[in-house]
């Protein structure tokens, strides 16, 4: 589903990103650990093109970008369309209510009939546990609750891979649980999924692989089970020690 070649990211002289190469296969889960600045954050935003990497390749279901030279604009977001991103705060409009959150993207970008992306809508806030919440603004709406609408205003696009940046960090402990439990579905429906997260549980309960970043390269890669259990880098093992 993706496959990332010598991926480079760099903001001026600061070198983010060193060359990260990583395939992940359809159905996937993939969970990205590891200390603030080490990069994380910015390998997901290059997944969609939020920023553009510096070199490098990316193929995702069959479309492939080359950053070795310049990208046109119109490849950037028919490759972006591909992809659904859900931020750490929200980001959605607060004038709408949660059913209009949803139902912008497929209207305004992809040309959907507004009964058709309402219908849609309805069926994605339900299957979040907001099908009663639907009229409600943001300001109405808890923090967890803001997320869901989120991840359904995500999958509303249809995207071939969900990119989460730190979902649950700006929430309030008790609500964590509900957005985690939304992400667990669309896992267990076969969504290709790629998560930046602080929640080791969900990461050990969820992901098929995590991977362990530091200082823009992947330092150690593995199952759950190896990574948490029998981490092989001295760098990993300390990493887990201090969020223990």
Known sequence: MINI?????SFG???????????????KVIVLIGPSGSGKTTFLRCLNLLEIPTDGTIELDKKSMNFT?????????????LTGMVFQNYNLFPHKSALENVMEGPVIVKGVS???????????????????K???????????????????????????VMLFDEPTSALDPELVG?????MK????????MVVVTHEMRFAREVADEVIFMDQGVIMERGTPDQIFSNPQQERTRQFLNMIH
């Open 5 to 9: 070649k010598n991926l480079h990211k």
């Open 13 to 27: 002289d600061l070198q983010v990103l060193k060359g990260i190469d990583l395939k992940v296969e359809q159905g």
């Open 69 to 81: 030279k310049p990208v046109r604009k119109k490849d950037i977001t028919s490759f972006r369309s």
């Open 114 to 132: 507004t009964q058709e992306a309402e219908k849609r809508g309805k069926e994605l806030l339900t299957r979040v546990g907001l099908g009663d």
């Open 134 to 160: 639907l009229d409600f603004y943001p300001f109405q709406l808890s923090g967890g609750q803001q997320q869901r609408v989120g991840i359904a205003r995500a999958m509303a696009m249809d995207p071939k």
């Open 178 to 182: 509900d957005v985690l439990q939304a």
């Open 185 to 192: 579905d669309l896992a267990k429906e076969g969504m290709t």
